[in-house]
T-cell receptor
Framework: GENVGLHLPTLSVQEGDNSIINCAYS??????FIWYKQESGKGPQFIID?????DKRQGQRVTVLLNKTVKHLSLQIAATQPGDSAVYFC???????????????FGSGTRLQVQP | ETGVTQSPTHLIKTRGQQVTLRCSSQ?????VSWYQQALGQGPQFIFQ???????GRGNFPPRFSGLQFPNYSSELNVNALELDDSALYLC?????????????FGPGTRLTVL
């Protein structure tokens, strides 16, 4: 399978604990933010998104917090499970260029390891 | 599963060769974006195709080119392969109808250049 994230920062948590993964984004004009999960051998999988007019959004077991003042994004995972082990990327999205296309700019990623 | 498929899964080429990677978008999605993911890094935007036209490009040289077909499937072509082109190539499909563009990724093609 694909060995994603050989040199990424790693967060190790115990099963059942809460996890917090942080991300600093680069462009103050970005208006849409997404967290992706990437397991070995797979493409990024959408977890949760948030628009720039919000500062918090909750999903099932996941919460995203957005602080536009310091350009910071965090992903909180409640009751972390072994299946949550993966590399997590934040991505920022904005309308760009002359064509109005929207493309994602990804952060460098964090590996989450869940200890049983 | 996102419904986005890519072929081949793995590919080995030598420097100077050319390669074509293929992507079938999720049903109903008219936009395909291609990304390059080097080992240990996040995906980097290559370009996007919308209704068969290139709709923006990232910081990649012209030897990276693409096509989109009437059924919205897409190809990524890379000429004159270099060792640094070794990476996972991801395509993502989307339907930018609501102003915010959720992109659904395929599993990727792992390209190794020797």
């Amino acid at each position: 399978g694909e060995n994603v994230g050989l040199h990424l920062p790693t967060l190790s948590v115990q099963e059942g604990d809460n996890s917090i993964i942080n991300c600093a984004y680069s462009n103050s004009a970005s208006d849409y933010f997404i967290w992706y999960k990437q397991e070995s051998g797979k493409g990024p999988q959408f977890i949760i998104d948030i628009r720039s007019n919000m500062d918090k959004r909750q999903g099932q077991r996941v919460t995203v917090l957005l602080n536009k003042t310091v350009k910071h994004l965090s992903l909180q995972i409640a009751a972390t499970q072994p299946g949550d082990s993966a590399v997590y990327f934040c991505a920022e999205n904005m309308v760009g260029g002359d064509t109005g296309r929207r493309a994602l700019t990804f952060g460098s990623g964090t590996r989450l390891q869940v200890q049983p | 599963e996102t419904g986005v498929t890519q072929s081949p899964t793995h590919l080995i080429k030598t420097r100077g060769q050319q390669v074509t990677l293929r992507c079938s978008s999720q049903s109903g999605h008219n936009t395909v974006s291609w990304y390059q993911q080097a080992l240990g890094q996040g995906p980097q935007f290559i370009f996007q195709y919308y209704r068969e036209e290139e709709n923006g490009r990232g910081n990649f040289p012209p030897r990276f080119s693409g096509l989109q077909f009437p059924n919205y499937s897409s190809e990524l072509n890379v000429n004159a392969l270099e060792l640094d082109d070794s990476a996972l190539y991801l395509c993502a499909s989307s339907y930018p109808g609501l102003g915010f563009d959720e992109q659904f990724f395929g599993p990727g093609t792992r390209l190794t250049v020797l």
